[in-house]
């Protein structure tokens, strides 16, 4: 390890309390439900009722999702009579959200690439791809 480089990144790393601060953020975004209220969240305000609706949670399932999310400063909600509409807390919770899922969809559209360039297989294959494959013969021997 080149003592240079561990210099002149030690300067611009995270304190402590930013990281975990930042980890837990992620920690999170971490779950589908949340993520998919996020979605629909970054959209437009909605009431709690609405956003049940179209999720398929109840609303005690969604309000308890909510409770996290505000709590970590990552939605926002105001009252108007009966109904408690929520929205993305502000920009950056939007662009974070937006960015997670270009990147997302960015890996699903390009094939995996191993070490020699040819497609590699995913992640489950890989594991086991060996066995397997030597499985697939000797029953093919058999049949």
Same mark, same amino acid.
């Given at each position: ?23 837990e953020t ?28 179209a999720i398929?949670?109840?609303?005690? $399932?969604?309000?308890?999702?909510? +409770?996290?999310?505000?709590?970590? *400063?990552?939605?926002?909600? %105001? @009252?108007? /009579? ?10 950056h919770i ?14 699903? $559209?390009?094939?995996?690439?191993? +070490?020699?360039?040819?497609?590699? *297989?995913?992640?489950?294959? %890989? @594991?086991? /791809? ?14």
């Amino acid at each position: 390890m080149s003592s240079h480089s561990y210099v002149a990144a030690a300067g611009r790393l995270l304190d402590d309390e930013s990281a975990a601060a930042l980890a837990e953020t992620f920690k999170v975004l971490g779950d589908a439900t949340r993520v998919r209220i996020l979605d629909a969240l970054a959209r437009a305000e909605v009431a709690v009722c609405d956003l049940a609706n179209a999720i398929g949670l109840t609303q005690s $399932a969604v309000s308890h999702q909510l +409770r996290l999310l505000r709590s970590m *400063r990552l939605v926002r909600s %105001r @009252r108007d /009579g009966r109904h408690i509409y929520y929205t993305v807390d502000d920009d950056h919770i939007a662009k974070l959200f937006k960015q997670g899922l270009e990147h997302v969809q960015e890996r699903a $559209a390009r094939p995996l690439v191993g +070490r020699r360039g040819a497609p590699d *297989r995913p992640p489950a294959q %890989r @594991r086991h /791809g060996a066995r397997q494959g030597a499985g697939d013969a000797a029953r093919a021997r058999r049949e």
